[in-house]
């Protein structure tokens, strides 16, 4: 994947340097030289150019993007003009980054769909870290409505998974089961994804539980 990220402000790099990372194309772009010869070695390819520079802009290989971020975190202003100049030579895909709730008004008002908050964002999904410890990953579908995956309370350890009655009893539905099992040749943990688990499946500590439900049947399978 292509991807070009306008703006090297600490989200931006650390998008870059995971995108990289990743093996993915991506050029990072900064006015600062300083930043740029900062992180040339650690994000694929870096530039400095003036994103409010009409010229400029006109020189990046922009039909080749699959996706361009737009992480100016410190001048509204400036990450408007370059949203404006990535419309108008008609981007394939622009994801940008709000610091405001008037910034954001005026992206979705620019046609901008795809708008992200990472303060507010890695908040929610700190606290709800916080709130259930044994939760590994939450995928916030709505306010009131989660996936997660989670390890279940050591008081389910050893039960038959037919006794635990997940939505009669939680009001939570069950996706899946990640569970580890342990090659005999190799002795190579590997994860075997059951997502039609017998009745008689007995729950182990190191089982993964994929479920989906509000906030309140999280608290009681939890508390």
């Given at each position: 994947?292509?991807?070009?990220?306008m703006?090297?402000?600490h989200?931006?790099?650390?998008?870059?340097?995971?995108?990289t990372?990743?093996?993915?194309?991506?050029l990072?772009?900064?006015?600062?030289?300083?930043k740029?010869?900062?992180?040339?070695?650690?994000?694929?390819n870096?530039i400095?150019?003036n994103?409010?520079?009409q010229?400029?802009?006109q020189?990046?290989p922009?039909?080749?993007a699959?996706i361009?971020?737009v992480?100016i975190?410190?001048?509204?202003?400036?990450?408007?003009?370059?949203?404006?100049l990535?419309?108008?030579?008609?981007?394939?895909?622009?994801?940008?980054?709000?610091?405001?709730?008037?910034?954001t008004t005026?992206?979705?008002?620019?046609?901008i769909?795809e708008?992200i908050?990472?303060?507010?964002e890695y908040a929610?999904?700190?606290?709800?870290?916080?709130?259930w410890?044994n939760?590994?990953?939450?995928?916030?579908?709505?306010s009131?409505?989660f996936?997660?995956?989670?390890?279940?309370?050591d008081?389910?350890?050893?039960?038959?998974?037919s006794?635990?009655?997940?939505?009669?009893?939680f009001?939570?539905?069950?996706?899946?089961?990640?569970?580890?099992?342990?090659?005999e040749?190799t002795?190579?943990?590997?994860?075997?994804?059951?997502?039609?688990?017998?009745d008689?499946?007995?729950i182990?500590?190191?089982d993964?539980f994929?479920?989906?439900?509000?906030?309140?049947?999280?608290?009681k399978?939890?508390?």
């Amino acid at each position: 994947m292509n991807c070009i990220i306008m703006g090297l402000s600490h989200f931006g790099v650390a998008l870059a340097q995971r995108l990289t990372a990743m093996g993915h194309e991506v050029l990072g772009i900064d006015m600062d030289l300083h930043k740029i010869n900062e992180y040339k070695d650690s994000i694929k390819n870096t530039i400095c150019l003036n994103i409010n520079n009409q010229q400029a802009i006109q020189t990046l290989p922009l039909k080749d993007a699959d996706i361009i971020f737009v992480t100016i975190r410190k001048d509204i202003g400036a990450s408007i003009q370059a949203v404006a100049l990535l419309k108008q030579y008609k981007a394939r895909r622009i994801i940008a980054c709000s610091i405001s709730d008037i910034h954001t008004t005026i992206l979705k008002a620019m046609g901008i769909t795809e708008i992200i908050r990472p303060e507010l964002e890695y908040a929610d999904l700190f606290t709800t870290r916080i709130e259930w410890a044994n939760s590994i990953f939450t995928y916030k579908i709505t306010s009131n409505y989660f996936i997660q995956e989670l390890k279940l309370p050591d008081s389910f350890i050893g039960r038959r998974l037919s006794d635990l009655q997940f939505e009669k009893e939680f009001n939570l539905q069950l996706i899946a089961i990640k569970h580890p099992v342990t090659e005999e040749k190799t002795s190579r943990v590997k994860i075997s994804l059951l997502d039609q688990p017998e009745d008689n499946f007995i729950i182990g500590e190191n089982d993964v539980f994929i479920l989906a439900g509000n906030p309140k049947a999280f608290r009681k399978l939890t508390s």
